[in-house]
């Protein structure tokens, strides 16, 4: 509402000012009400204060004290927006912070067989909720992007991935089938499924980010990796949706991975001998959330 104060007489015709005082609660809560009252009003004034008035002033009214009336509530509607900045500022600071660590854990599930011990704490911290005994990956690529290596200028890549993430956010996030993540880089997207993907929604999917074929100025191709059971077999989908869309040629295609297991381990950081994890990209892991304050201090 535009409006921030009103001043009322107590007496009106139609409706009085505490009719107007509880319509205006009703239907503008924000908005401060200083009552105007004659000497006989006084006690129907302190009702009003005692159900939500900022003030009153009595008649006849002299400047000084209107304007020291409404200088101490400009004030105190100065300070109270203040805070609110305040409280939405930590609040988009908390949702970024938030977001940042549930990307770092995705890649690291699509990347590493991580133990299941160290992904409770990781889920938790991240808000993930991943409560289910099946998992499935599904791989989406620009055409243009991924298979003709013609990614653009570094404004246009941005603005595709951006838009990625925040439509994949809608079609998959939101309906609470799972978790994405956009590569910054290639503009690949991975979906994580909290069961079997069925085709039928990866095709719808592929037919809704279509629609903006005009942005991307490219196809897409969509992989459907190997279905598994547990979260730390996590990367084996991803690992084989990624290489069905590495042997699809074709674009606009919808592939599905091979449904021969993979071979031993992918990328899974080796131990020493006290137990820390040793691959150049893990070594600094513990603990881990000081690793990603430091990465979310150096992004922001």
Known sequence: SPIDIVLT?????FMDGMELMT????QHPYIRVVILSGYSDFEYAKKAIEVGAAGYLLKPVKMEQLTDTFEKLVGRLDTEKQNEMRRAALVRKEALLSKFMREELLSRLFKFAIPEDEVEQSLAESEILLESNDFQVAVIRLDRISLHQQPGTDRSLKLITFSLDNLLHDLWDVQGTGYHLVDKNTAECYLLAKAKINREDML???DQLSNFMGLFRSTLSISIGQPVRRIHEIWRSAQSAIQALKNTKEENAIA?????PLDGEYAVPSATEDGRRDSSEERNHHPYIVQLAKQYIRDN
Do not use: G, N, W
């Open 204 to 206: 719808k999917i592929h």
């Open 256 to 260: 599905e991975a091979d449904s021969e």
């Open 9 to 13: 007489d107590i007496r009106m015709p």
């Open 23 to 26: 319509v205006l609660q009703e």
